[in-house]
């Protein structure tokens, strides 16, 4: 099943609440929230009390927090407590990746690894059996409105390949540059969230909406 993830970091904060219904009742099943630290990557975004809002301003979207931050282990409570449905922390940021997968699961959000557009699909190799979703990276990340990297459209179709030959079915994620000019390539790449930021809350966020949507059916 394909999903829209719009990212809150290109979203109007001074109508965030009516943004986020918008999006929401459009037809985006998710929303993917942005959260940057200023050490793991060169912006500082927001962190759980702006959840907290995001929670109750769409109480049935799924939350999709994607962690640019180092350690994110050191939050997960803080994460479960204000409503995230899934924790997505980068591998490059985690020195116990798998001890930092399982104590999400445990904690009972849905886990997902990132990987930066350098860091290769080995790195996963041992925690693949463990994730929900794996994020690819089409950008460096930090900042939204960056230009897709292209090469990313094969480690998306490496990613799918090794989930089928495994026998698994975790969700597989595109972050970065994605545009209606583009979407079909990360489709048939083989990845099913779709994340977008400037394509979705700059204009017609309606209207962007469901272009995205007419072309993921
Ligand atoms: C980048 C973020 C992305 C970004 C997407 O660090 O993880 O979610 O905001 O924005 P666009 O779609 O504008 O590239
Ligand atoms: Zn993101």
Not at 137 to 159: C, H, R, T, W, Y
Request: proline content about 4%.
């Amino acid at each position: 099943m394909n999903i829209l993830s719009p990212s809150m970091l290109s979203i109007d904060f001074n109508n965030m609440g009516e943004n986020l219904k918008k999006v929401h009742e459009a037809g985006a099943e998710w929303i993917h929230v942005d959260v940057m630290d200023g050490s793991f990557v060169p912006n500082i975004s927001f962190g759980p009390p702006v959840i907290k809002f995001v929670r109750q301003a769409v109480p049935d979207a799924f939350l999709d927090c994607h962690l640019m931050i180092d350690e994110p282990a050191r939050y997960i409570d803080d994460y479960k407590a204000v409503g995230a449905d899934m924790m997505c922390v980068h591998a490059e940021a985690c020195k116990h990746l798998h001890r930092t997968v399982q104590a999400i699961k445990a904690a009972g959000m849905k886990a997902g690894v990132a990987l930066n557009p350098a860091t290769p699909v080995e790195t996963i190799k041992y925690v693949i059996n463990d994730v929900d979703m794996v994020l690819v990276m089409s950008v460096n990340p930090g900042f939204g409105g960056q230009s897709f990297i292209a090469s990313q459209l094969d480690k998306i179709s490496e990613i799918k390949k090794l989930r089928d030959d495994m026998g698994l079915s975790f969700d597989i994620e595109v972050d970065g540059g994605v545009k209606l000019s583009n979407l079909k390539d990360v489709l048939d790449a083989g990845a099913n969230v779709i994340v977008a930021g400037s394509a979705i809350f700059n204009n017609d966020i309606e209207k962007n909406v469901s272009d995205f949507l007419e072309i993921m059916k």
